[in-house]
């Protein structure tokens, strides 16, 4: 009996060459492998396809299944990386059928969201939490979903969002479909602000959030303009469901009197009420408003130092702003409260400066140049911060740039007429004075660029509107002086 159930144990179960076999008649693809529409757009939680739910299909569904997943996001990209477990050949074959049914998870709660960014113009969507979004490697390249139009995945998705009635996804949708602009805006815009006016007016705060957000970026205005008499209802509406990022919203336009009238009162009401939902932008505004004494609040340094330190706990890219502020604060010390601390300074200065604030990396840079705040000198550490801040468009630390390479420090730094005069004009088209002067002088000097007199004198012209003085006497020399002299050397930082 017993060799009977082995027998037949073995006969039920392929062997090893089988399912080796099985696998290399399988298709193959690879990064190299072509596709024909490699800009499929990524879909919004919840709303899969077919092809996405055999992914599914695939992967363990129940608690005791053996799976790590790790979410590494870069700019507007998410890259989702799964290792599963084997799974038995019975699941792969059910996961071909193409009757395949899939429940769909529950729907993260909205509380907690990351705040969302005004968007810089109209063809720049703004973007979303990427919690909200599942796993998308079937529209990577070399998937056979790639071979669905773009129009065709959009209308997949639309139709099975509208078999729910979840605000949540139907939200997702319209955010997913509005991003989708980019591609077909005048199609796809419309439609998109219609289902979060739909969803706005049924009391769903991320919808009213992000259609203000809309209104704010000026998006549905054929010049940019942005709409702050639709924007500040809607944010005060989601403020009032708790939504952080509408509430320090609202409190922005009650500050600066946008959609509304000024009122610091009710400006400082909303940065408490995003405060207490740990907003960091609005803890930074309350603890400066706190140690200054503004928006009408009694000056109290112990408790603008509460909030500035919760803030720089929580500081993200898009708020690093209390990191800065803290440190310059520690630098002094202040009210003996705030005490100095220069080590913590330089600390809370590199953490903004690797959140790319350009102010922190810029005085990091003065601190390995100069040694300041107990920082050992380091040519090659100053001028790598001064390079995060000049991306960053920070114009004192273009100029300096510009003045390294010009003289150079060999072997840490080659000379460079050419990024010398870059890096200098970058500073001087933001306003600059010193670095129009620099640029006067570079132009009648011939460095980085042939030599032209007349330029130079537009540049020094530029630098002495703007209460330069050595432009000034450079301009009277320049027309007393006989042509072809050379010009002498200035201290371009001075």
């Not at 050949?89 to 005004?118: H, N």
């Not at 989708?180 to 769903?204: D, F, I, P």
């Not at 390995?368 to 468009?393: D, F, M, R, W």
């Amino acid at each position: 009996m017993l060799q009977d159930i082995k027998n037949r144990f073995k006969r039920s179960t392929p062997s090893l060459r089988s399912i080796e076999r099985e696998k290399a008649s399988l298709p193959q693809y690879s990064a190299s492998t072509p596709v024909l529409n490699t800009m499929a757009p990524t879909p919004p939680r919840h709303i899969v396809s077919p092809i996405s739910a055999r992914k599914l299909e695939k992967s363990p569904v129940n608690a005791s299944s053996s799976s790590s997943s790790s979410i590494s996001r870069s700019n507007s990209s998410i890259q989702l990386n799964e290792s599963h477990t084997q799974h038995n050949r019975t699941s792969q074959s059910s996961a071909t059928s193409s009757s395949t049914s899939l429940s769909m998870p529950p729907t993260p709660p909205m509380t907690g969201q990351k705040p969302l960014r005004y968007p810089s113009n109209v063809s720049l969507p703004i973007s979303f939490n990427s919690d909200y979004l599942m796993n998308h490697s079937h529209l990577k390249p070399g998937n056979n979903a790639e071979l669905l139009s773009y129009d065709k995945t959009i209308n997949m998705y639309r139709e099975n969002a509208k078999k729910t009635n979840d605000p949540n996804l139907q939200c997702d949708l319209a955010i997913f479909i509005y991003e989708s602009c980019k591609r077909n805006q005048t199609a796809y815009m419309a439609e998109a602000v219609k289902m979060l006016k739909t969803l706005a007016l049924r009391g769903h705060a991320e919808s009213q959030h992000y259609l203000a957000n809309i209104y704010a970026s000026g998006a549905l205005h054929k010049s940019g303009e942005p709409n702050f008499n639709n924007a500040f209802p809607l944010f005060l509406q989601a403020a009032k469901h708790q939504h952080s990022d509408a509430a320090y919203r609202a409190a922005k336009c009650y500050e600066d009197g946008l959609g509304c009238l000024k009122n610091k009162s009710k400006a400082a009401q909303y940065y408490k009420l995003a405060s207490t939902l740990n907003h960091p932008g609005a803890m930074y505004r309350l603890g400066i408003a706190a140690i200054h004494g503004d928006l009408g609040l009694q000056r109290n340094v112990r408790e603008g130092n509460k909030w500035l330190k919760r803030s720089a706990e929580s500081a993200t890219p898009e708020y690093p702003h209390a990191l800065h502020e803290f440190g310059l604060l520690h630098e002094k010390g202040l009210d003996g409260i705030i005490f100095k601390d220069h080590t913590y300074s330089v600390k809370l200065y590199k953490r903004a400066a690797e959140l790319g604030y350009s102010p922190s990396a810029y005085r990091l840079g003065q601190c390995y140049e100069y040694g300041y705040l107990g920082c050992q000198k380091s040519v090659a550490t100053s001028i790598s911060y001064y390079h995060i801040a000049a991306s960053q468009g920070h114009p004192e630390a273009c100029l300096i740039l510009s003045a390294w390479y010009l003289a150079g420090d060999p072997p840490q730094l080659a000379p460079s007429e050419d990024k010398a005069f870059y890096w200098a004009k970058i500073a001087a088209e933001k306003g600059l004075p010193k670095a129009e002067f620099a640029l006067g002088y570079y132009a009648q000097a011939g460095i980085g660029r042939p030599q032209d007199p007349q330029e130079a004198i537009a540049w020094y012209q530029k630098a002495a509107e703007h209460g330069h003085k050595e432009a000034q006497k450079r301009l009277e020399d320049l027309n007393k002086a006989p042509k072809n002299s050379t010009p002498l050397v200035p201290s371009l930082v001075a």
